[in-house]
Structure formats: C-alpha cells, structure tokens
C-alpha cells in the first residue's frame, strides 16, 4: 500500500502565521516531559520561537475576525435545506465560546513571557552553549527538582495557551474540511491555477514519487513546481498525478 504524503502551504500572511503556532504548540505538547537537559532544552526553544511569533502583527483581531467570519458561515448553513441543523448550530456555539474565551484571556503569551526561568533561557539560547550549569545554575537546580513538581509547573505554562489553542485549532480543522482533494495532473513538473479567496493549499504525494512541491503563491493565483528529493540523480515523470484541496 502506498505511503501518501501529506504537504500543506499558506497561500497569505495570516495563515502562515496560524500554521508556525500550530507547529510550535503541538511541539510543545510533545516535548513537555522535561527531565534532562536535552528535554528541557527542546521544550524552552520552542517556547522562545513561539513568543517571537506572537509578537507578529495583530494576532487576536485576526483570530476574532475569523472566528466570526465562520460564525456567519454557519448562520448561512442554517438556511440550507437538508442541513443537520443540530450539528450546525452546536458549531455556531462552539465558535463563540472560543472568542469569548480568547477575548476574555490575558495577553497572547503574556504568562510565558513574565516567567523568570523561561526569560533566564531564552535570553542564553543564542549563545552556542549558552545554557550550561555554570552559565545558568537556575535552570540546573530546576531540573533536580521533584518531577511532579516540573510537571505542574509545565502544565500551568501550557494551560495559559489554552484560549489560542483552542480557538485555532478549530478554525484550521474547519478550514481544511472547507476544500475537498480532487485529482490533479502537473505536466513536465509544472501545475498553475486560480485560488480566489482561498487561505490554504492541501497536496498529496505518494511517498514511493520520491518528490517535493515547491509552491509560490498569493490570494487569487498559486504556481507548484515539483522537484525531486534526490536532487542528482532523482527525475521528475512528464506526467505527476497528485491530489490538492484548496481550501
């Protein structure tokens, strides 16, 4: 059975932002076991790439505005013969929970930023070695500590991210179920169309094509130049059939 390959990429600003918390997050969530150095270590890196991303823009308004965007797309839904009603309006209700929640929450971050161990490491993270004992004794002591003590602490820093989490992981699950994936062909390693109001787009490759989509793009027309991942020896089929959702 073929391995599919799944690739997605932002076609503006706002998405492409979306997508590197959603990543970051879910890293997090990952590495929050912290019991060495190597684990701490992965943990408060992403900790620093996230806040730097929070700092990009107008990250709430943009959140808000599309959660009421999708609000109303349900209210339109509503209107629709044969709708599950039931389901569309438990949905319209999640929805304003989620900004009522976001709107509600403190600074994106702002618990992240005020810790002072996190703030002691990040601040060493640039620095090649920068976060061993002798350079930062807190971090040292904070790691023989009792393990469910570390826990709580971690779980109380994830918990603060809760709002954005929540509100954004409901809106890429909506936006990526908004495009449905139809069977395209790219000639010479070459595929071009039209992408008008669109955010996000969707590829699968099997993993047996040994290829990669290069995919230059904006809001209304979207270019995908497939290359090969060998890139000496590997070749790209006059014909490459593959999957794409606009979303």
Same mark, same amino acid.
């Given at each position: 059975?073929?391995?599919?390959?799944?690739?997605?990429?932002? *076609?503006?600003?706002?998405?492409?932002?979306?997508?590197?918390?959603?990543?970051?997050?879910?890293?997090?969530?990952?590495?929050?076991?912290?019991?060495?150095?190597?684990?701490?270590?992965?943990?408060?890196?992403?900790?620093?790439?996230?806040?730097?991303?929070?700092?990009?823009?107008?990250?709430?308004?943009?959140?808000?505005?599309?959660?009421?965007?999708?609000?109303?797309?349900?209210?339109?839904?509503?209107?629709?013969?044969?709708?599950?009603?039931?389901?569309?309006?438990?949905?319209?209700?999640?929805?304003?929970?989620?900004?009522?929640?976001?709107?509600?929450?403190?600074?994106?971050?702002?618990?992240?930023?005020?810790?002072?161990?996190?703030?002691?490491?990040?601040?060493?993270?640039?620095?090649?070695?920068?976060?061993?004992?002798?350079?930062?004794?807190?971090?040292?002591?904070?790691?023989?500590?009792?393990?469910?003590?570390?826990?709580?602490?971690?779980?109380?820093?994830?918990?603060?991210?809760?709002?954005?989490?929540?509100?954004?992981?409901? *809106? *890429?699950?909506?936006?990526?179920?908004?495009?449905?994936?139809?069977?395209?062909?790219?000639?010479?390693?070459?595929?071009?169309?039209?992408?008008?109001?669109?955010?996000? *787009?969707?590829?699968?490759?099997?993993?047996?094509?040994?290829?990669?989509?290069?995919?230059?793009?904006?809001?209304?027309?979207?270019?995908?130049?497939?290359?090969?991942?060998?890139?000496?020896?590997?070749?790209?089929?006059?014909?490459?059939?593959?999957?794409?959702?606009?979303?």
């Amino acid at each position: 059975m073929a391995t599919i390959v799944l690739f997605e990429h932002p *076609l503006n600003e706002k998405m492409r932002t979306w997508l590197r918390i959603e990543f970051l997050i879910n890293q997090l969530q990952e590495s929050s076991n912290i019991s060495d150095h190597r684990s701490a270590l992965t943990f408060f890196r992403n900790v620093g790439e996230l806040l730097d991303v929070f700092e990009r823009g107008e990250l709430r308004t943009e959140i808000l505005k599309e959660l009421e965007r999708q609000q109303q797309k349900m209210r339109a839904w509503l209107e629709v013969p044969g709708v599950d009603q039931e389901r569309v309006t438990a949905l319209r209700e999640t929805l304003k929970t989620r900004a009522t929640e976001l709107m509600a929450a403190p600074r994106i971050g702002q618990t992240l930023r005020e810790d002072r161990l996190i703030g002691l490491v990040r601040q060493r993270l640039s620095i090649p070695g920068g976060c061993c004992s002798f350079d930062l004794p807190t971090l040292h002591i904070w790691l023989h500590i009792a393990q469910e003590q570390r826990d709580r602490q971690v779980a109380r820093w994830l918990a603060s991210l809760d709002p954005i989490r929540d509100a954004l992981t409901l *809106l *890429l699950d909506l936006i990526r179920q908004s495009g449905v994936f139809r069977h395209q062909t790219s000639l010479n390693g070459f595929f071009q169309d039209n992408a008008e109001g669109a955010d996000l *787009l969707r590829l699968q490759l099997t993993l047996e094509d040994s290829l990669y989509p290069q995919v230059s793009g904006h809001k209304s027309r979207y270019a995908i130049r497939f290359l090969p991942l060998d890139s000496e020896r590997g070749e790209v089929p006059g014909r490459l059939d593959f999957e794409l959702a606009c979303c």
